[in-house]
């Protein structure tokens, strides 16, 4: 996968929407790289588009949450703080109930990382 964390910082919104769309598509590579990788490099895209001061566009946003919810892991506490901070970030009903189930995750650690990002989405 490509070292999307190599790029600059500020992005222009439009650079951070294709390599959203990149990393969505080498996600969906056959073979997929690593979950917590794809999550990793959005969540890099993330803390750029925060730069922006605005959300992402509905259909990005939607994008991003869709495959957090996909890969979502009640086992892998690291991929599940990734993926929570995505579903945060595009604060809709998917991620909201992805997070609402992981609060019955069989791990505590994985437990406290939904609790904590539905506190922050309160």
């Known amino acids: 996968m490509e070292d999307y964390g190599a790029l600059p910082m500020l ?3 439009e650079d951070i ?5 990149a990393i969505l598509a080498e996600a969906r590579s056959d073979p997929p790289p690593p979950p917590l990788v794809v999550a990793e490099a959005l969540v890099g895209m993330v803390s750029r588009q925060s730069s922006h001061m605005k959300p992402f566009a509905p259909e990005i946003a939607a994008s991003i949450e869709h495959w957090a919810a996909d890969n979502w892991s009640s086992v892998d506490p ?3 703080d990734a993926l929570a901070t ?3 970030n595009t604060d809709s009903g998917l991620g909201l109930r992805v997070l609402t189930d ?3 995750a069989p791990l505590q650690a994985v437990q406290r990382i939904a609790e904590d990002a539905l506190r922050e989405l309160s």
């Open 11 to 13: 992005l222009s919104q």
């Open 17 to 21: 929407a294709r390599a959203v769309a």
């Open 78 to 80: 690291g991929l599940a």
């Open 86 to 88: 995505l579903l945060v």
């Open 102 to 104: 992981a609060c019955a």
